[in-house]
């Protein structure tokens, strides 16, 4: 496949958010209430690949509490390579997030950039590829 799109779709509420994912990398959520990270479910398809079955796109709706963070990222974030070309992955991300999750959402994005160039001695030429949103009630 050379032509597809991925794509993550979300609607934010006063105290919720619906979102839909079309295979785009699971968004995490983190939980002011309990201090954990969930991911949200990854269930659509690719888009624009006629020859997959075309399934409809299931639209979820979540609770948004205070202090909740929603994460979103393209995998370019994960796939940050170190010099042996271990990509980072999503883990030190959601660390991130729980670490930092009394700051403000501009602070974690902070954070977040701060650990893909720790973590990848090519942070330079990757960072085209690197787009994350973080919002936080």
Do not use: C, H, W
């Given at each position: 496949l050379t032509?597809?799109?991925?794509?993550?779709?979300?609607?934010?509420?006063?105290d919720s958010m619906t979102y839909v994912n079309a295979a785009h990398p699971p968004g995490l959520l983190y939980r002011a209430k309990t201090g954990r990270i969930m991911q949200l479910p990854n269930d659509g398809i690719l888009?624009?690949?006629?020859?997959?079955?075309?399934?409809?796109?299931?639209?979820r709706k979540a609770a948004v509490l205070p202090g909740d963070i929603l994460f979103l990222y393209t995998d370019g974030?994960?796939?940050?390579?170190?010099?042996?070309?271990?990509?980072?992955?999503?883990?030190?991300v959601a660390r991130c997030i729980v670490e930092n999750a009394g700051a403000r959402a501009s602070e974690i994005q902070d954070r977040v950039i701060e650990l893909v160039q720790?973590?990848?001695?090519?942070?330079?030429?990757?960072?085209?590829?690197?787009?994350?949103?973080?919002?936080?009630?």
């Open positions: 032509n597809y799109l991925t794509g993550i779709s979300v609607r934010l509420e006063k888009l624009g690949v006629p020859e997959l079955k075309a399934e409809p796109i299931i639209s974030l994960t796939e940050a390579a170190d010099a042996s070309g271990e990509m980072m992955g999503v883990e030190p720790s973590y990848s001695s090519q942070f330079d030429q990757v960072r085209y590829d690197i787009t994350f949103i973080v919002a936080k009630r």
